[in-house]
């Protein structure tokens, strides 16, 4: 038997769906089942995510559930997970990545940040993504939002926003790729670090579930997500911190586009660097150094 651990929310559930498909798919005659928690994130609904209080919100309860071994495995998506995890626990496979990219879904039909009319209200629950929307056009008006995506797509609907942005991972996950009005390409808006990729934790004493989840981890995918936190990492951020980085690998380079940002996006800091494979998590480190020299310390201090 395996017990995997979720959020509620039909896009986690989704996820977790997946994972357990893939793994009936190879185990055919495994019981898999699906817990759901409630975590802190879900119950306070009114908070707003971009507190820095708020970080791991969207994990504690289900590591503390695996912990406890009420559960085996857990499925997250990586771009939630604090940069320390549990001492007991780690991340035992990444799967491929999905779309990293952000999603503009407009109410009237705008195909990029450049075609909203000037004033025009863009919901997003994330500092990251209003730093980016406003150093492109601070003549934008952005305004927190929260809920699920169908939510949020509500909200959009009823006029409360003129456009929102979410993670193309999640709609095409949900199949509602149909909804976006241009995906955001990595020059307009970096993601969030590990953004489109999913995480699989488990306890480090139980070789049973890490062994037969093994399969799942795509190693490139894992490396440019590994190499993502230790970006995040080394800034000191946590996942609701202006912090931008997306690492891509190819032909054994790995590519990595680093920013932070003050939170109104009047200033900020972005860099890149290429390095062979091996040195991944290095070069991730030299960036993140080399940003914070070059006035990104400043930044992330008065952001605080």
Request: charged share 25%.
């Amino acid at each position: 038997m395996l017990k995997i651990g979720s959020r509620g929310s039909v896009l986690a559930q989704a996820q977790a769906q997946w994972v357990r498909r893939q793994v009936l798919d190879r185990f055919s005659d495994l019981e898999v089942t699906i817990q759901i928690f409630k975590t802190t994130g879900d119950q306070d609904a009114k908070a707003s995510i971009r507190s820095g209080s708020a970080r791991g919100v969207f994990v504690k309860e289900i590591e503390e559930a695996l912990e406890a071994a009420e559960i085996d495995l857990a499925v997250h998506s990586m771009k939630d997970m604090p940069t320390s995890i549990p001492g007991p626990l780690e991340i035992s496979a990444i799967p491929i990545r999905e779309d990293a990219r952000d999603a503009l879904i407009s109410r009237n039909g705008a195909q990029s940040l450049e075609a909203l009319p000037s004033g025009a209200v863009v919901g997003t629950g994330s500092v990251r993504r209003q730093a980016q929307i406003l150093a492109a056009r601070p003549d934008l008006k952005v305004r927190d939002i929260r809920g699920n995506v169908d939510t949020r797509l509500r909200k959009l609907e009823d006029g409360n926003y003129d456009a929102i942005i979410l993670a193309c991972a999640g709609l095409n996950r949900l199949g509602m790729q149909d909804r976006i009005s241009a995906r955001l390409e990595l020059n307009e808006m970096l993601p969030a670090p590990g953004q489109g990729a999913l995480g699989l934790e488990t306890r480090k004493n139980d070789k049973r579930v890490s062994e037969m989840i093994a399969f799942l981890n795509h190693r490139p995918t894992a490396t440019a997500v590994l190499a993502e936190r230790a970006f995040l990492r080394r800034l000191k951020g946590g996942c609701n911190s202006p912090i931008a980085v997306h690492a891509s690998l190819e032909d054994k380079i790995l590519e990595i586009d680093g920013l932070v940002s003050t939170p109104d996006g009047s200033k900020f800091v972005r860099a890149s660097i290429s390095q062979p494979l091996h040195l991944a998590e290095k070069a991730a480190r030299s960036l993140a150094d080399k940003i914070l020299a070059d006035g990104g310390e400043e930044i992330l201090r008065g952001s605080a």
